[in-house]
């Protein structure tokens, strides 16, 4: 079993949909979560950020960790086609800014 | 404000030949990371550096592989003897390790190299 899964898509959806991202773990040591976009040739750009169970917003996105399931989730609201990339899931057991562990991330495509 | 900087963006190299990989982190960031992005898979931990030490390198292949962060100049991500098994992206990310206040500051990456191995 990976450490960390990914729902493997690619999704599609049409443009103004709210978008459900979900990934799953095995490791209960992992406290630290985090999505990053990833577009065609690009490096990974950060998204969100949180640290243990529990919600965090910034804008259209929302970020829930359940850590007593192992279950986190990115929600997109309003999606746009400039929401099209893939988006990979990362946890850490001691922080931010140490070893991450990835899904291989979903594929999503916004169609306007 | 520049971000994190890779160079070159595409690197070929034919088998038995070196690699070198270079990163440049952003400004006021001292924590570099490299990642591993193979066809088809997600992002590998390869190795954490601060200036001039290694602090996690379980990710590191055991030979042919090497990292530095010198106390000048850029991160660099050796590769010798290049099979063509190590045809994939190589991204480097860096933090400035912790804020002000002792929180853990997250990674900021960059575009990536992408190594083709002929």
């Known amino acids: 079993q990976k450490e960390v899964e990914q729902d493997p898509g690619p999704l599609s959806v049409p443009e103004g949909a709210i978008v459900s991202l979900n990934c799953t773990y095995s490791?209960?040591?992992?406290?630290?979560f985090m999505w990053y976009r990833q577009y065609s040739r690009k490096g990974p750009e950060l998204l969100m950020y949180?640290?243990?169970?529990g919600n965090k917003e910034d804008g259209r996105f929302t970020a829930q960790v359940d850590k007593s399931s192992k279950y986190i989730s990115l929600f997109i609201r309003d999606s746009q086609p400039s929401d099209s990339a893939t988006y990979l899931c990362?946890?850490?057991?001691?922080?931010?800014?140490?070893?991450?562990?990835f899904g291989k991330g979903i594929t999503l495509s916004v169609r306007p | 404000n520049a971000g994190v900087m890779q160079n070159p963006r595409h690197l070929v190299r034919r088998r038995g030949q070196e690699a070198r990989l270079r990163c440049s982190p952003m400004?006021?960031?001292?924590?570099v990371y490299w990642y591993r992005q193979l066809p088809e898979e997600g992002l590998k931990f390869m190795v954490y550096?601060?200036?001039?030490?290694?602090?996690?390198e379980s990710g590191m292949p055991k030979e042919r592989f090497s990292a530095e962060f010198p106390k000048e100049g850029p991160s660099i991500l050796r590769i010798q003897q290049v099979v063509r098994g190590d045809s994939a992206a190589y991204f480097c990310?860096?933090?400035?390790?912790?804020?002000?206040?002792?929180?853990?500051?997250?990674?900021?990456f960059g575009d990536g190299t992408r190594l083709s191995i002929l």
């Open positions: 990310a860096s933090s400035p390790g912790l804020s002000p206040t002792g929180g853990k500051q997250p990674q900021h």
């Open positions: 550096l601060q200036k001039e030490n290694i602090i996690d």
């Open positions: 400004k006021g960031h001292s924590h």
């Open positions: 490791n209960s040591a992992f406290q630290y």
């Open positions: 949180t640290y243990s169970s």
């Open positions: 990362a946890m850490s057991i001691t922080g931010a800014n140490s070893k991450l562990t």
